[in-house]
Nanobody, 135 residues
C-alpha cells in the first residue's frame, strides 16, 4: 500500500522560502508520476507542480508547473530516499493553502504529462501540510 506523508509547512512571512517534503512509502520508484496540489479556503484544489521520471537508463525528470507559480516553485524527487520536494521561494500571501502531495498509478510518457494537473490523475494522496504566508 502506498502511503504519502507531507511535512515542512508552517507560518512564514512574505518573501521567505520553504521546502515541503513528501515521503512516499510503497510507491514504485522505478518510474514515478507525482504532483503537488494546494487548496485554499473556499477554493478548488489546484495542481501547482508535477514530476515524471525514472524508467532506467539515461533519463531525466520532466516537470510541469502552474503558470501562477512558475519561477518560484521547484519540484524534485530523490529516488534514493523516495522523497518528493517542493521548494517555494518568494512566498506570497496567496500561497496560503493546504498543500497535498499525490502519486499516480498510471505513469507513462503519453498519459501523465498532459494530465499532471488533474486530481483524477492521482490515486494516492497525503494528508496535507498547511502553509500560511502572512506578515
Amino acid at each position: 500500500e502506498v502511503q504519502l506523508v507531507e511535512a515542512g509547512g508552517g507560518l512564514l512571512q512574505p518573501g521567505g522560502s520553504l521546502r515541503l517534503s513528501c515521503a512516499a512509502a510503497g510507491y514504485n520508484t522505478n518510474r514515478y508520476c507525482m504532483g503537488w496540489f494546494r487548496q485554499a479556503p473556499g477554493k478548488e484544489r489546484e495542481g501547482v507542480a508535477g514530476i515524471f521520471g525514472g524508467g532506467g537508463g539515461n533519463y531525466y525528470d520532466v516537470t510541469r508547473y502552474a503558470d501562477s507559480v512558475k519561477g518560484r516553485f521547484t519540484i524534485s524527487y530523490d529516488k534514493a530516499k523516495n522523497i518528493m520536494y517542493l521548494q517555494i521561494d518568494s512566498l506570497k500571501p496567496e500561497d496560503t493553502a493546504m498543500y497535498y502531495c499525490a502519486a499516480a498509478v498510471r505513469c507513462d510518457t503519453l498519459s501523465y504529462p498532459p494530465n499532471w494537473n488533474f486530481a483524477s490523475t492521482y490515486a494516492y494522496w497525503g494528508q496535507g501540510t498547511q502553509v500560511t504566508v502572512s506578515s
